[in-house]
């Protein structure tokens, strides 16, 4: 069976500033989306991260499909303006950058992550969310959960996954039009490698197996700052990731997260920190944040979702979210010096950049003496 498994997600109020959404502004949000069901939407999943709400949807009519973004759209609209403002919460509506809908979702707020896939006779995916950071954010563990052998051992011993994948990435400074480039692994591991690092501007968008053609990954890349024109916070975005056969298992998809590699975000969107997995509906705290991330395993058949298991629940993680606090305070140790606040490029839409300008007018160039 063919079906579109939509992610959309939005900050549209939050209890005492950057922390959680009440459950009233949740509970609006699922009712909503409820009423939809066995209509417009087969099933669906109201999630949590950070200061977030996250609406995930399975239905049929295919990716970028206007009904189901305006669904998505009407949600935040319709619990912002019936329980975020009339509850006073922090920042209502904060990620509805416009007025009206107008066709879709993208670039107007929300990330949205989705993909249209022919169901296997067993189809698990991970949907994950991160709040406090960017897209690129994902850059690093899809690497290594795709592309290494060190952490997907698959790729030596699957054989269904020996032609690699094909990473389509884009350029998310780029702003007028979507702007992407297909590279295939193995061959071109090391001009994946050359863009990747820089996760401010080239971001996954998509992973699609080689053996198959099949997607394998979606990832929400649009950048708010460069949507408003204006400095509106981190992306927080959110991902699909198709897990087993021809794809990397679940555990080698999520291994790469335990290394809370250092991420562009945390207070204010202008900070690094380490980007920590965490338990489903984990709020908000030290520094607004650290960096987080939520893991929510399905499996899905005829469009019906399973309930949720959520990946980042063992213990064992408890011993990785220790390690990610270390970092965190490791690196806030340096306050705004150096590589614990993001550059000027990131900072362009900030409050600081009028005050280099006032500062610029005040410098003076110092004559020398010229030698006889």
Not at 41 to 47: A, K
Not at 227 to 244: C, E, F, N, S
Not at 312 to 325: G, I, L, Q, S
Request: aromatic share 10%; glycine share 10%; proline share 5%.
């Amino acid at each position: 069976m063919k079906v579109t498994i939509s992610v959309i997600k939005a900050d549209i109020g939050s209890i005492g500033g950057h922390i959680k959404p009440s459950e009233a502004l949740v509970d609006a949000v699922r009712d909503f989306v409820a009423a939809k069901k066995g209509d417009l939407v087969i099933d669906y999943f109201i999630g949590t991260t950070g200061d977030d709400i996250a609406i995930l949807v399975t239905h049929t009519k295919g990716v970028n499909n206007r009904q189901i973004h305006k669904m998505g759209w009407d949600a935040f609209k319709t619990a912002t303006d019936e329980v975020a403002k009339p509850q006073g919460l922090y920042g209502a509506g904060q990620d509805l950058l416009v007025d009206a809908f107008s066709g879709n979702v993208k670039g107007m707020g929300p990330a949205v992550a989705e993909m249209s896939i022919e169901e296997r006779p067993n189809e698990p995916f991970v949907f994950f969310a991160a709040d406090k950071t960017d897209p690129g954010a994902y850059n690093l563990p899809l690497y290594l959960g795709f592309a290494d052998p060190m952490y997907c051992a698959g790729l030596m011993l699957s054989p269904k996954m020996f032609k690699g994948f094909k990473f389509r990435i884009m350029d998310v400074n780029y702003t007028k039009g979507d702007k992407s480039i297909d590279l295939n692994t193995p061959e071109e591991l090391y001009d994946i490698a050359a863009l990747l690092r820089d996760n401010q501007r080239f971001v996954v968008e998509s992973i699609w197996s080689r053996e198959t053609g099949a997607q394998a990954a979606a990832v929400s890349t649009t950048r708010l700052h460069n949507i408003a024109g204006k400095y509106t916070g981190k992306d927080d975005p959110v991902m699909l990731v198709r897990v087993q056969g021809e794809f990397p298992a679940t555990g080698e998809v999520l291994a790469p997260f335990e290394k809370c590699h250092l991420v562009a975000g945390f207070m204010r969107g202008s900070h690094t920190g380490p980007l920590t997995p965490s338990k489903l509906y984990t709020d908000i705290s030290y520094f607004d944040g650290p960096p987080v991330v939520t893991g929510a395993a399905f499996c899905v058949h005829h469009g019906i979702l399973t309930e949720p298991a959520d990946v980042f629940a063992n213990p064992f993680w408890d011993a990785v979210r220790t390690k990610a606090a270390a970092k965190a305070v490791y690196i806030r140790e340096q306050g705004f010096f150096g590589a614990a606040m993001l550059g000027m490029n990131e900072l362009e839409y900030g409050g600081i950049v009028e005050k280099l300008k006032k500062l610029d007018a005040r410098f003076k160039i110092r004559e020398t003496k010229k030698k006889k």
